[in-house]
């Protein structure tokens, strides 16, 4: 059989006479790629399997709730490591708007564009979206003229 090149680290490797189809290498590296790219794959496109492994995820926690405590207090060097990432991700986001999921401010006014018809466009944020936010440019095609409180008479 022909060797082929692995779809993860790219060198060439023979595939198993059973599996002519076999796009990765036997490395455990790049097993490990096949199967992640495999679960996320399923994920998007198995609505079941995706519910399933959610509720798996949740009865873990449920059963290991300090997990995560105990992993950082017996690894300090990965809080250091993650505290500096942090830093790092607040500083890029500084200054940018983040949309969150709640953001209408009930104490402030709200402001609504005059009656019209307008052209929506999305327009690309480099800030964080939450959930469902849009970011769009509101362009005026026509407005409708604003009453003066005048009514001419005949």
């Known amino acids: ?33 096949r199967k992640r790219k495999w679960m ?9 399997y995706a ?29 250091e490591q993650n505290r500096q990432l942090q830093g790092e991700r607040r500083a890029r986001s500084a200054g940018k708007a983040v949309a969150k999921i709640d953001v209408s401010n009930p104490t402030t006014p709200v402001l609504t564009p005059p009656s019209g018809k307008y052209e929506m466009n999305p327009i690309a944020v480099s800030g964080v979206a939450k959930i469902d936010a849009w970011m769009v440019e509101l362009r005026v095609i026509s407005r409708v003229p604003h009453a003066s409180g005048r009514v001419a008479k005949r």
Not at 12 to 27: E, G, S
Not at 40 to 48: C, Y
């Open 1 to 33: 059989m022909e060797s082929k090149l692995c779809a993860a680290c790219a060198r060439r490797f023979n595939p198993r006479a059973q599996t002519p189809q076999q796009t990765y290498c036997p490395n455990p590296a790049c097993q490990r790629e």
């Open 51 to 79: 519910r399933n492994q959610m509720e798996a995820q949740q009865a873990w926690c449920e059963r290991n709730p300090d997990y995560w405590r105990e992993y950082r207090s017996a690894h300090p060097d990965y809080v």
């Open 40 to 48: 996320q794959t399923k994920l998007k496109r198995d609505p079941d």
